[in-house]
């Protein structure tokens, strides 16, 4: 089945930067919009970004408006988040996940709706 592996997590500090990766295998990368979730300890599960499979659209959530970028690169099966500006309540295991979809400019921001998913990576922001 499809394997998604998500690295670049770690601590920074208030005001940091990170990138955070999403390699894709056993599967055809550009068949699946990416979307990337977090979830902080006690808390629901929160969308932060999508990006379609032709890689033109992309939408990010309210808490991340401005400081997100997602994006992708085909020829390497990899999707990304850069997040900037970070702050303490950015602090949760970020996910990534892949959609199939038919359509090359779809996007999802439900999770329900996404197919497979990484195991994640922790991001911890000191203020």
């Known amino acids: 089945q499809v394997q998604l592996v998500e690295s670049g997590g770690g601590l920074v500090q208030a005001g940091g930067s990170l990138r955070l990766s999403c390699a894709v295998s056993r599967g055809t990368f550009t068949n699946y919009a990416m979307g990337w979730f977090r979830q902080a300890p006690g808390k629901e599960r929160e969308f932060v970004g999508t990006?379609?499979?032709?890689?033109?659209?992309?939408y990010s959530g309210a808490s991340v408006k401005g400081r997100a970028t997602i994006s992708r690169d085909n020829a390497k099966n990899t999707a990304y988040l850069q997040l900037n500006s970070l702050k303490p309540e950015d602090t949760a295991v970020y996910y990534c996940?892949?959609?199939?979809?038919?359509?090359?400019?779809?996007?999802?921001?439900?999770?329900?709706?996404?197919?497979?998913w990484g195991q994640g990576t922790q991001v911890t922001v000191s203020s």
């Open positions: 996940a892949a959609h199939r979809t038919d359509y090359t400019g779809s996007y999802s921001v439900d999770p329900n709706r996404y197919h497979y």
């Open positions: 990006i379609s499979r032709s890689g033109t659209n992309t």
